[in-house]
């Protein structure tokens, strides 16, 4: 079996380092994987305002073809070293369906391989960053009315995530499920939470989609799990929906991160 990083940022992310794309196939090769995945931040949909302070959620979209231009400069070089693969994290914002299929019809040919990710939701007439800090988780739960109606807001635009025509180049792997659990330390879960994830596993394996096993949420200091949680993972496997394993490193020391800790709870 291919030993395989599927999720990695890069120097384009404007909230991630400016470690050189090299030092991440570095690491990758240094800890044995044969292929990794590129997976910067998509720049946003056309018309949708960045609500974080920062406005650095995304790549720009003139740096778009830069990002192709040197990922492809890179196989090449390393080609004998390392499969690598061009991707995008993809942002599904309810009400940009029509957007982010515009920009997947113009550039979703330069893509091997992609990740579909919700990390906006609506509240009243705004969007909020899910995961941008506590501070914003808080104010979703105040504007929701309630943490289960928030959980049941960000599952319900999984499900709108995966059933959303968004033409040819859709990336069919759905990126950190369980976000929504990021800060559980300071906001525990519903007791309905598994339940509505549940939901959103029924709809992945309709579509006959993948999971992102996303090991970022082992290193947030109010998660401490994997995205999804061992729990559901059981049940995606139960339910025969493939995950592909990926770090979510945003620095080049995380690439592989947590590899083996993954597969010593799946076994």
């Known amino acids: 079996m291919l030993k395989r990083d599927a999720h990695i940022h890069t120097p384009y992310c404007p909230h991630g380092s400016q470690d050189p794309l090299e ?17 910067e931040h998509a720049p946003l949909p056309e018309g949708f305002k960045d609500p974080v302070p920062q406005k650095d959620s995304s790549m720009d979209l003139d740096k778009l073809e830069s990002y192709f231009h040197e990922l492809n400069t890179l196989k090449k070089s390393y080609a004998s070293d390392l499969a690598i693969y061009t991707g995008l994290e993809v942002d599904f914002i309810r009400g940009y369906e029509q957007e982010t299929k515009d920009f997947l019809d113009r550039y979703g040919s330069n893509l091997d391989d992609s990740i579909l990710s919700l990390h906006f939701l609506k509240a009243d007439d705004s969007y909020i960053c899910l995961d941008y800090s506590e501070e914003s988780f808080q104010q979703l739960i105040h504007l929701k009315g309630s943490i289960h109606a928030l959980y049941e807001s960000y599952t319900n635009d999984l499900i709108a995530s995966i059933q959303a025509e968004l033409g040819p180049h859709k990336p069919t792997r759905i990126g950190h499920m369980t976000l929504a659990r990021k800060f559980q330390e300071a906001f525990p879960a519903p007791k309905e939470a598994e339940a509505l994830f549940e939901t959103v596993l029924d709809a992945v394996e309709n579509k006959g989609y993948t999971l992102d096993l996303n090991t970022a949420g082992l290193r947030k200091l109010k998660c401490h799990e994997t995205y999804p949680n061992q729990s559901l993972l059981q049940k995606a496997y139960q339910r025969g929906i493939p995950f592909v394993y990926g770090s979510d490193a945003h620095v080049a020391k995380d690439v592989g991160a947590h590899y083996d800790d993954i597969h010593t709870f799946l076994k």
Request: proline share 0%; net charge negative; aromatic share 18%.
């Open 23 to 39: 030092a991440y196939v570095e690491e990758a090769i240094k800890k044995g994987f044969d292929c990794i995945t590129f997976t």
